[in-house]
């Protein structure tokens, strides 16, 4: 389960963010996850709890959003959403070449704290 690194990882991150910040309490963190990327939510949302165990994240909620692919046409330059239904080419030219423009990668978006 690599999703228990990327949750140590984002707390680490926020912690750091919040320790900048002169937090004494994390409400809560919201991270972006690619549609893409091979990171199951719903394992981020079980593996969350141990991780912010004992730190001022302790009792913070978790947010995770996720982002849908975009293409970018080569062809038309439209971007789209891919889908199995049309073999996943281009919705507006019927091109088959592509960049994916969004949906990759994942980040914290937002730290919720207090001081």
Known sequence: MHEMSYVVR?????????KESGASEVR???????EMTDIVPEYLYRYYPE?????????S????????VKIRCAGCGETYHPDRSNAYSCPFCGGSKGEICQGRGMSLKELEISS
């Open 28 to 34: 809560s963190l919201t991270v972006s996850v690619g």
């Open 61 to 68: 909620e978790l947010k995770v959003e996720v982002v849908p």
């Open 10 to 18: 984002f707390v680490s991150l926020a912690l750091d963010r919040a």
């Open 51 to 59: 991780a912010v165990k004992g730190t001022i994240m302790e009792g």
